[in-house]
């Protein structure tokens, strides 16, 4: 069976990973920075060594395609980004872009031409560290998102993310046509602990979980630390602290679905007054959607009656909600395949994290493959994934492209 050659995907992440290297271990290629051209750089030039034509387009994401028999068939794409977060690891992203790099290099070396093009992808700023929101270039070229909104972003230092592309050099002239796909194929690792936990070498996930967003207000009343008696008060801290407890404990009730409280800002903030204000965001998701339906509709009434018995008002803000993603039952079929094929462990999951492919798949047939995250760590120097599952994942991709090429 045709195999991909590990050790040259295993030297060419550590070459990418060198361009942002920190001392921690942990790589700092954000998008846009000097560090991410030379990434893009390194990047181009090994696509072209391999005969690819590259196109730019005006987001900054790169394509590359090699060619297959009928130019005219509807293409396959595969690929993932190559910015990182500030001192990220070096598999998140990197590892689908150089799979894809690697298996056309396969093809070539074996001989091999598909039915069809195969087109490798750099989505720019899937992070959304440097400038948010992430996934900006997969939501660009899917039309899911304007962009010159996107051109407007401005990092800390007030640079527009129009500025820096251009700067780099990666402000494309043309759109990338977003003609139909054949299918779309994104491998990356895990970022969470699962597939490590239990030994399994391949996730297939059936989709990206639905996450609703909330803001809370909850508005007691300032007053003296010392001279209020402890009956009468209305603690917004208080109502908060038990609100924070039941939602959390709410999402425990299910499986599936999580809940964080992230963010929390406390009014006058001071010793020794009592909080007469405290702001709070929620963050709920879930895979299953009467699950998270329920968790959201218990945590919204638990909040409402907490704050009335803490003699507070409150009032609950779901600003941002998106559906589930389901991914291409064909395709995921077609990896189970290629895993059953090279005797890989596999399982079917689904993506609590965002990715490229949540906008690609709107516009093509899309899957992911996943890889393990030793402890399930990411966006961590401590990242970290066995080579020979990074090996195992681009040849499940391969074959996987194969499968559906024909
Ligand atoms: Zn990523």
């Known amino acids: 069976m045709l195999q991909i050659n590990a050790k040259r995907l295993q030297d060419r992440i550590e070459a990418m990973a060198a361009l942002g290297m920190d001392q921690s271990g942990g790589v700092s290629r954000l998008a846009l920075t000097d560090m991410d051209k030379a990434g893009r750089e390194l990047l181009i030039s090994w696509l072209e060594e391999l005969g690819c034509l590259i196109h730019i387009d005006p987001i900054g994401n790169i394509f590359a395609t090699y060619p297959g028999q009928d130019r005219e068939a509807k293409p396959i794409l595969t690929g993932s980004h190559n910015d ?77 993310m129009k500025q820096e592309l251009a700067r780099i050099g990666f402000l494309g002239e043309s759109d990338f046509p977003r003609k139909t796909f054949h299918a779309a194929f994104e491998l990356h690792i895990e970022q969470g602990p699962v597939l490590d936990h239990e030994k399994i070498t391949i996730g297939i996930p059936e989709g990206i979980v639905s996450p609703r967003w909330y803001r809370v207000k909850v508005t007691g009343e300032t007053n003296h630390a010392g001279s209020t008696p402890m009956k009468g008060r209305q603690d917004a801290m208080y109502a908060f602290s038990l609100m924070c407890a039941k939602t959390i404990e709410t999402a425990k009730e299910f499986e599936t679905v999580v809940a964080t409280i992230g963010h929390v800002e406390t009014t006058p903030n001071s010793l020794n007054v009592i909080p007469g204000q405290v702001d ?127």
């Open 84 to 160: 990182t977060q500030p001192d990220g690891g070096k598999f998140d992203g990197s590892l689908g872009v150089l799979a894809g790099l690697e298996i056309i290099e396969t093809l070539k070396e074996n001989g091999y031409t598909l039915s069809r093009d195969l087109i490798v992808v750099n989505w720019t700023n899937e992070e959304g560290s440097r400038f948010s929101p992430g996934c900006t270039g997969s939501a660009v070229w899917s039309g899911k998102i304007d962009r010159e909104k996107m051109y407007a972003l401005t990092d800390r230092d007030g640079k527009s």
């Open 280 to 406: 709070f965001t929620i963050d709920i998701r879930g895979w299953d959607v009467d699950n998270t339906d329920t968790v959201c509709h218990k945590v919204e009434s638990a909040l409402k009656k907490i704050a009335e018995e803490a003699d507070c008002l409150v009032e609950i803000d779901r600003f941002w909600e998106e559906p589930r993603v389901t991914f291409d039952t064909e395709l995921m079929d077609a990896i189970e395949e290629s895993c059953k094929d090279l005797e890989i462990s596999y399982k079917r999951m689904y993506s609590g994290a965002n990715h490229d492919m949540i906008y690609v798949s709107m516009i093509a047939p899309g899957a992911m493959i996943f890889v393990p995250s030793i402890g399930g760590k990411s966006h961590s120097p401590l990242e970290d994934t066995p080579y020979k599952d990074c090996a195992a994942g681009a040849n499940v991709l391969l074959h996987s492209i194969l499968k559906v090429s024909n």
